[in-house]
T-cell receptor, first 118, second 113 residues
Framework: GAVVSQHPSRVICKSGTSVKIECRSL??????MFWYRQFPKQSLMLMAT?????????EQGVEKDKFLINHASLTLSTLTVTSAHPEDSSFYIC??????????????FGPGTRLTVL | QQQVKQSPQSLIVQKGGISIINCAYE??????FPWYQQFPGKGPALLIA?????SEKKEGRFTISFNKSAKQFSLHIMDSQPGDSATYFC????????????FGKGTLLTVNP
């Protein structure tokens, strides 16, 4: 149980284009979802927290107009990187928490999406 | 300000040995302490977690030791295997803060055969 999927696993795009990454909880209701980015050999950096049906809360320094987050259902959240630039190239990882049927503090992570902006 | 300090940055252990990774925190409001294992190119996977009302928790070869007064917790991997070679992250969260995780910087563990 507690499986989180991400799609795509890898994406290469041209500078200036937008990229959408999907995060799904497959067997539980994700009342809260989190988006992280991770640079090589570094720790995870929280970008934003989203509760189902509410606007995302962004961490300090994260541009909310550049990283659009939608959490429209209890099983799906999307991260859209708008007008991507090479410096946005990174490993993006989502996580989800079940706060309804089986409330827990635990965050379950997706497999990550490698974004490369040319 | 780094709220969770993890050490060592890297660790090399022989097969069958014990791997020990330490973390220290500053915020006494933290009430949940998980450890995650991450392989290259993959997302982190939960290994084991503990709450501050428990001093030790064991699951298979993995044990968390928790010292509330010292604000420290550690991960012990018994009988370390080459397949345990990965990056390990400690983390901490607060229920009242929307369960946001604060991560340590990670420890790259290499288990030699």
């Amino acid at each position: 149980g507690a499986v989180v999927s991400q799609h795509p696993s890898r994406v290469i795009c041209k500078s200036g284009t937008s990229v959408k990454i999907e995060c799904r909880s497959l067997d539980f209701q994700a009342t809260t979802m989190f988006w992280y980015r991770q640079f090589p050999k570094q720790s995870l950096m929280l970008m934003a927290t989203s509760n189902e049906g509410s606007k995302a809360t962004y961490e300090q320094g994260v541009e909310k107009d550049k990283f659009l987050i939608n959490h429209a259902s209890l099983t799906l959240s999307t991260l859209t990187v708008t007008s991507a630039h090479p410096e946005d190239s990174s490993f993006y990882i989502c996580s989800a928490r079940d706060g309804r049927l089986n409330p827990t503090d635990t965050q379950y992570f997706g497999p990550g999406t490698r974004l490369t902006v040319l | 300000q780094q709220q969770v300090k993890q050490s060592p940055q890297s660790l090399i252990v022989q097969k069958g040995g014990i791997s020990i990774i330490n973390c220290a925190y500053e915020n006494t409001a933290f009430d949940y302490f998980p450890w995650y294992q991450q392989f290259p190119g993959k997302g982190p996977a939960l290994l084991i977690a503990i709450r501050p009302d428990v001093s030790e928790k064991k699951e298979g070869r993995f044990t968390i030791s928790f010292n509330k007064s010292a604000k420290q917790f550690s991960l012990h991997i018994m009988d370390s295997q080459p397949g345990d070679s990965a990056t390990y992250f400690c983390a901490a969260s607060i229920r009242g803060s929307n369960y946001k995780l604060t991560f340590g910087k990670g420890t790259l563990l290499t288990v030699n055969p």
